[in-house]
């Protein structure tokens, strides 16, 4: 089976903790992506914000997009992998944290690619893995995906 290094972005895009959100909002817009890594100043992996997190900073922030900063709405607490796991342990954390996306990081939490629902399908079409990742047992793809559909469920509601 692949391993997430073999899957991931590595072209990537990252923004810092004291970035404004209108930065950010340009930034997403022009790489046309819907997320981006927080980083520090080591490329250590502090953070994501989406957005989804701009839509809800603008409706309950009463400042302008650049006097909100992203500290103020980025997540801390973010699920990562490592290069070396499968794309099944990838799924399983997705899965289970409820997210469609995760920051790759080395042993020193350092960033090194992203690695998306997206990405694990389509890298696993027409491939050995194929059977495996889309329908074999819970960590797949369907059920990842079933997973992040409830938890946007629950949120509208």
């Known amino acids: 089976m692949r391993k997430v290094k073999e899957i991931m972005a590595t072209d990537l895009k990252t923004v810092g903790k004291n970035e404004s959100l209108k930065t950010v909002a340009a930034q997403m817009a022009k790489a046309n992506i819907g997320s981006l890594p927080v980083v520090d100043e080591n490329q250590q992996v502090i953070g994501?914000?989406?957005?989804?997190?701009?839509?809800?900073?603008?409706?309950?922030?009463?400042?302008?997009?650049?006097?909100?900063?992203?500290?103020?709405?980025?997540?801390k607490n973010v699920f990562t992998c490592k290069e070396e796991d499968d794309p099944v342990t990838a799924l399983?954390?997705?899965?289970?944290?409820?997210?469609?996306?995760l920051p790759v990081v080395d042993?020193?939490?350092?960033?090194?690619?992203?690695?998306?629902?997206?990405?694990?399908?389509?890298?696993?079409?027409?491939?050995?893995?194929?059977?495996?990742?889309?329908?074999?047992?819970?960590?797949?793809?369907?059920?990842?995906?079933?997973?992040?559909?409830?938890?946007?469920?629950?949120?509208?509601?």
Do not use: C, P, W, Y
């Open 92 to 101: 399983g954390i997705m899965r289970t944290k409820k997210v469609g996306r």
């Open 48 to 75: 994501m914000i989406t957005d989804r997190d701009l839509s809800i900073a603008f409706s309950k922030i009463d400042k302008t997009a650049n006097e909100i900063k992203v500290q103020e709405v980025m997540t």
């Open 107 to 157: 042993t020193q939490n350092k960033l090194k690619g992203i690695i998306t629902l997206d990405s694990i399908l389509r890298k696993a079409q027409h491939t050995s893995d194929e059977e495996e990742i889309l329908f074999r047992g819970k960590e797949n793809v369907l059920n990842t995906l079933n997973s992040i559909a409830e938890r946007n469920e629950l949120e509208v509601h």
